[in-house]
């Protein structure tokens, strides 16, 4: 393989390199959107776990937007098991879930966190090799 063929490998290397990464921080960011959520949700259960039945409260609809609620049984929590079914839960219970789900989250973070290091570590060993190649050429 000729030096011009190797540099054109790296580059198209490189390239692959840089939309994968590009994936990755994409997944990372949605994550870690997920897991703000799901902190938000357990907030809002910790506060709400400590209100009484009968009182009002806003209660976010999305965009920005609240309506006004009254809080009919503050005992029990409705959380979504998967397959579009929900479980009663009482608040202990719920929070709990969401911790893991969060830890879970976060986990799956951490491995995308890893592998883009890891191909920004490679891609930078094949940029190295590609400019050695680069600069051999302009001598």
């Known amino acids: 393989m000729s030096k011009e063929e190797e540099l054109q490998k790296y580059m198209m290397v ?3 390199y840089k939309e994968q990464i590009n994936q990755l921080d994409m997944q990372s960011q949605y994550l870690q959107a997920a897991v ?15 209100t009484d039945d009968d009182s009002e409260t806003l209660i976010p609809i999305g965009g920005g937007a609240f309506v006004y609620a009254s809080l009919k049984n ?4 409705l959380i979504d098991i998967g397959s ?4 009663e839960k009482n608040f202990e219970g719920a929070i709990k879930k969401i911790e893991k789900r969060i ?14 290091e890891q191909y920004q570590a490679e891609a930078a060993d094949i940029s190295e090799k590609a400019q ?8």
């Open 74 to 77: 503050t005992s029990k929590v």
């Open 14 to 16: 490189l390239e692959q």
């Open 103 to 116: 830890e879970e989250l976060q986990k799956n973070q951490d491995r995308v966190n890893n592998l883009i």
């Open 36 to 50: 703000m959520d799901y902190n938000k949700a357990k907030i809002t259960l910790e506060n709400l776990s400590k």
């Open 84 to 87: 579009d079914l929900v479980a």
């Open 132 to 139: 050695e190649i680069y600069n051999e050429r302009q001598k």
